[in-house]
């Protein structure tokens, strides 16, 4: 079955870096288009950053500049390098697949971004 798995969350200080990085397995990812989501307490999960199968990327607006969103087809792996971290980037972050339309979600991975 599909899985993600995400990893490289933590506690960083504000200005600092972070890599997140998504396990994926159970089907074909070089054809999915991967993306990474946030939610933090008390709001909706939202869209962070998304890579289709071409390469293409999509962005937050709040996220444009600081973070990128890139894969690597031969291992089955999507990053997101977080730099510039601020405090309003805490939230639970979680990876996502689509594969047709049909969506997958990983576990989630905690960033919390304080001094």
């Known amino acids: 079955q599909v899985q993600l798995l995400e990893s490289g969350g933590g506690l960083v200080q504000p200005e600092g870096s972070l890599r997140l990085s998504c396990a994926a397995s159970g089907f074909i990812f070089v054809f999915a288009t991967m993306g990474w989501y946030r939610q933090a307490p008390g709001k909706e999960r939202e869209l962070v950053a998304r890579?289709?199968?071409?390469?293409?990327?999509v962005y937050a607006d709040s996220v444009k500049g600081r973070f990128t969103i890139s894969r690597d087809n031969a291992k089955d792996m999507v990053y997101l390098q977080m730099n510039t971290l601020k405090p309003e980037d805490t939230a639970v972050y979680y990876c996502n697949a689509n594969r047709g339309g049909d969506l997958f979600w990983g576990q989630g991975t905690q960033v919390t971004v304080s001094s």
């Open positions: 890579i289709r199968s071409d390469g293409n990327t």
